[in-house]
């Protein structure tokens, strides 16, 4: 299966901890994407990281990729309760034309 | 505007009926998706359209049939359906890949989904 590993499957922290979710991968990618899905919605999504980018930031979002373990990191700074969700990651491998989403990790973020 | 919209919400339908879901966007975008997504478990691509033509057919069963009218608009056909079939069905849209191309990799706008069961 080409689907991405991800974990924890979840995650429990209080509101003001940092929370950190870890997605691996099989074979080299074009890009590597991370979506929200609040329950029961549609899905969110959050950031895209370039197979030739190291690190991206969107507000309290950090991004790391590492293209040589294959895996990439998500790390939410200074939780919220409204960031409770869940949250995949979807790798684009090269040479393919379709987005792959990993099984997720589920995030509870306690007030 | 940046919104994928879905319709219905929510569909409860027999085995014996048919069906259809449709997904609007108006951001341009030439590639649209359905998915299929079960309880605590990621999204299933279903089928790719890119340039309102079928690109990607992810060996799903012919009692789903979609359908890309125009480039805004992306309907689900659904018939003789099964009680595994109830799910959360999401339509995305993002913009193409190359003309010609079978889909793309790039950012993908989703609706706030159809919740469907079969009885």
């Known amino acids: 299966s080409q689907q991405g590993e991800e974990d924890p499957q979840a995650l429990s922290i209080q509101e003001g901890e940092n929370a950190t979710m870890n997605c691996s991968y099989k074979t080299s990618i074009n890009n590597l994407q991370w979506y929200r899905q609040n329950s029961g919605r549609g899905l969110v999504h959050l950031i895209l990281?370039?197979?030739?980018?190291r690190e991206k930031h969107s507000g309290r979002l950090r991004v790391t990729l590492d293209t040589s373990k294959k895996s990439s990191s998500l790390l939410i700074t200074a939780s919220r309760a409204a960031d409770t969700a869940s949250y995949f990651c979807a790798t684009a491998y090269t040479g393919g034309f379709k987005t792959i989403f990993g099984a997720g990790t589920r995030l509870f973020v306690k007030a | 505007d940046t919104e994928v919209t879905q319709t219905p919400k929510h569909l409860v339908m027999g085995m014996t009926n048919k069906k259809s879901l449709k997904c609007e966007q108006h951001?341009?975008?030439?590639?649209m998706y359905w998915y299929k997504q079960k309880a605590k478990k990621p999204p299933e691509l279903m089928f790719v359209y890119s340039y309102e033509k079928l690109s990607i057919n992810e060996s799903v069963p012919s009692r789903f049939s979609p359908e890309c009218p125009n480039s805004s608009l992306l309907n689900l056909h659904l018939h003789a359906l099964q009680p595994e079939d109830s799910a959360l069905y999401l339509c995305a849209s993002s913009q193409p890949g190359l003309a010609g191309s079978s889909g793309t990799t790039d950012t993908q706008y989703f609706g706030p989904g159809t919740r469907l069961t079969v009885l």
């Open positions: 990281i370039r197979s030739n980018e």
């Open positions: 951001m341009g975008h030439r590639a």
